[in-house]
């Protein structure tokens, strides 16, 4: 007969209960962890190089441009066409 293979895995680690400190940091403690994080963030963005800036200052200003001109245009039609039922109907 074929004898049964017992699969042995890891011992179990014992858990120990670590006791949290429950109390809350002071006011200035938490305020300078959050400006090291706040800084340690910022070391990890990319900014943009000066001529990458330009570029994608002048493309939004441009967008803004054409969106202006396009919502001017559509107000412009919507009152005359709303002057001319004015004056159809009165």
């Known amino acids: 007969m074929a004898e049964e293979k017992k ?5 179990a680690k014992a858990v120990t209960a670590v006791k949290k400190d429950e109390s ?3 006011f200035f403690k938490r305020i300078g962890k959050w ?3 706040m800084r340690s963030e910022l070391k990890k963005v990319v900014w943009p190089t000066p001529k ?5 200052s002048v493309v939004s200003v441009a967008f803004m441009l054409v969106s202006a001109l396009v919502l001017w245009g ?4 919507a009152s005359l066409a709303v002057s001319l039922l004015f004056n159809l109907a009165g």
Do not use: C, S, W
């Open 52 to 56: 990458a800036l330009v570029k994608n």
């Open 74 to 77: 559509a107000d412009t039609i």
């Open 35 to 37: 400006f090291r994080e």
């Open 7 to 11: 699969v042995q895995g890891a011992p």
């Open 24 to 26: 809350k940091p002071g």
